[in-house]
Structures are given as C-alpha cells and as structure tokens.
C-alpha cells in the first residue's frame, strides 16, 4: 500500500558532505511529521532530525549546526531530505526514513524506510 524508498547512503571521507532522500508513496491520504533516526551497530536507534507539517525541525545536539532536514510535498511528491555536512566518523550508521500519516482507510501510524548505510572514515 505504502511504500518509502530512501536514497543517497555511502561512503565519505570526515569532513565530507551527503544528502539522503525519502520518497513516501502509494494510498496516503495524509502526512504529518517526517524525520531520520540512525542506528550504529550494538546501539539503539536514535533520531537525528525531524520536520513537522508546519515546517518546524527538531535536531539531535550532535547533528546542529552540520545537518539540515527539509520537506517537499508539492504535487503528491512527499520526500524529506537530510543533508549532511562537515561529517564525522561518529556519525556512521544506518540511516533510517521515518513518516507519521494516514493511509486511506487506516489511522495515523509511523512507517520505516528500508534504511541506507551511511560510512564516514577518518
């Protein structure tokens, strides 16, 4: 029914800049917040941005001030983007697209990009 494919993960030198992509599509009838979270390994999953319907974004401390997550849902487009700056080894992880919406026909429920593999080296 509804499906979020990201985009954008790889491989990057410290100090090196990715841009990450969400496209949320199928039977939405409406979005609400959207956001990142990441999960290095043996650690828990963790946000690292999100963006309301509003426009308004919240950040995890590590990420302000490097990161920058926006929106577009102009003409049914409904992707959020991060793009990431002045990158660290310590932000290596899989890299996780998160959508609070509406199905047609269901309630409001959060729903998981596949997740993309994001590798800063020193």
């Known amino acids: 029914q509804v499906q979020l494919v990201e985009s954008g993960g790889g491989l990057v030198q410290a100090g090196g800049s990715l841009r990450l992509s969400c496209a949320a599509s199928?039977?939405?009838?409406?979005?609400?917040?959207m956001g990142w979270y990441r999960q290095a390994p043996g650690k828990q999953r963790d946000l690292v941005a999100n963006?309301?319907?509003?426009?308004?974004?919240?950040?995890a401390d590590s990420v302000k001030g490097r990161f920058t997550i926006s929106r577009d849902n102009a003409n049914a487009k409904n992707t959020v983007y991060l793009q990431m700056d002045s990158l660290k080894p310590e932000d290596t992880a899989v890299y996780y697209c998160?959508?609070?919406?509406?199905?047609?026909?269901?309630?409001?429920?959060?729903?998981w990009g596949q997740g993309t593999q994001v590798t800063v080296s020193s």
């Open positions: 199928g039977a939405i009838f409406s979005i609400d917040h």
């Open positions: 998160n959508v609070y919406m509406q199905v047609y026909g269901l309630r409001y429920s959060d729903y």
């Open positions: 963006i309301t319907s509003g426009g308004s974004t919240n950040y």
